[in-house]
C-alpha cells in the first residue's frame, strides 16, 4: 500500500464493477463500463406504446417488442441495454438468432432506472443438464463447487418454446426476486397460450445463472440451448 486513497478489489456502488483502484487498466475499464451503465439504465418515460405487464411496490415490468417503434428500439434504449447486459454478463458481443421473433422484458424501478432485463426468443430444442454428484463438505464449498465446476449437457434434443437468451438484475437489486418475476411474465411469451417451465431453456448460464436456474425450476436439470450457433 503506497498511501493510495483505494487499494485492492473495489466493488462500485453505482454499477456494481469489481475492479482493482490500484490498476489503471481496471480503472479504465471500470469508467468506461459505469458510463455506459448510466446511459443504459436511465429510463425515458412516456413511450407511447409501453405495454406494462405487472406493476409492485417496488417497480414494474414492460414488454418492448421488436416491431416498436424506434424510439423504444434504437440507442440509448434496448439496443444500448442490451449491450451494458452483455458487457456484465461477460457475453460476446453476438446477435440474437431471429431478431424479428425476440421479446425485451425490462424491470423499471421506482427511481426510473431499468434494474433487470429479460431477452427471450423463439426455440425448437432444448438440451438436458446432466447432474452430478455433490461432493461431502460444508454448504460453502459445496457452493463454491457448484460455482467453479464444469457441467454438461445431454446431447439429445427436447422440445422446447421459449430461448432466454439474457437474464440479468443489476446488482444493487439481486435477491428480491426481480428476474423471477421477469420470468412469470413469460406467459405473454405466446399469446393466448400458458407457457411451462418445461417449455423454457436457458442460453449458456454464468455460474450465478445456473444456481438461479436450479433455483427457480426447482432442479439442476433444467434445459439449456446455445443461442449462438442454435
Known sequence: DAGQKHFGAV???????LYSAANPEDESQHLL??????????????WKKERILS????????????????????KPQ??????????????????TKCPSKTKTFL???NDKKVAGCLIAEHIQEGYRVIEEPMPEGSEGEKLMFE???AWCCSTTPEPAICGISRIWVVSVMRRQGIASRMLECLNNFIYGSYLSKDEIAFSDP?????????HYFG??????????SG
Open 11 to 17: 466493488a462500485c456502488s453505482v454499477c456494481g464493477m
Open 33 to 46: 463500463f459505469h458510463n455506459q451503465f448510466i446511459s443504459a439504465v436511465k429510463y425515458v418515460q412516456g
Open 55 to 74: 406493476e409492485f411496490p417496488d417497480g414494474k415490468i414492460i414488454l418492448v417488442l421488436p416491431d416498436d417503434p424506434k424510439y423504444a428500439l434504437k
Open 78 to 95: 434496448v439496443e444500448e441495454i442490451r449491450e451494458m447486459v452483455d458487457n456484465d454478463l461477460g457475453f460476446q458481443q453476438v446477435e
Open 107 to 109: 424491470f423499471i424501478s
Open 147 to 149: 460455482r467453479q465446476r
Open 206 to 214: 454464468t455460474p450465478d445463472g445456473k444456481l438461479f436456474a436450479t
Open 219 to 228: 432442479t439442476s436439470q433444467f434445459l439449456v440451448y446455445n443461442f449462438v
